[in-house]
């Protein structure tokens, strides 16, 4: 089982933006969690609980971002095209707004470029008699837990009235 992380779509956009801009432009990037808000909504999925759902806003900031050097816009795709291919569901979730980027002008070869992405997520727990969380008269932990899928079924029976 792995470790679950609030904040893991942050951490894997900051992971996935490091490799992209080169060592040069990652080493001036700074990212952070902000304006958290958390949905009390509960789902049961098999082996654990999505217990409720954060979101947040993360502020990527780059200062000395050399923009004749590398394109912003280069960035800003990288940025859209890893939400597309790893966040799918956030085109499912209600008021869940686009990036938002800001660009200002440091000198004729840098800018500071601060790009903010609204995430939601949610907080999984499995049921742990040591836990720190009390809830529903038993303890929890904060865990990622499995969710099986059948791969095949057998003995479908189809009612039709």
Known sequence: MTQYEAGY?????????SVVVGDKIAKRMECE????EL???TKHMGRGFDLLYQRYY???YVDKFPFKEYDPAVLFA???AWLMDNDAD????EALEDPDVDVVLEDDNNA???????FEEPVKVVEDPDGPIYWHGHRWKIEAYDIWQAERLTDVVIDHV
């Open 58 to 60: 993360a502020d990527f």
């Open 33 to 36: 969690m902000g304006k958290v």
């Open 9 to 17: 779509k942050m951490r894997d956009l900051r992971n996935f933006l």
């Open 78 to 80: 990288n940025v859209g």
């Open 112 to 118: 500071e470029v601060l790009i903010s992405v609204m």
């Open 90 to 93: 956030r085109f499912n979730i």
């Open 39 to 41: 949905k009390l909504e």
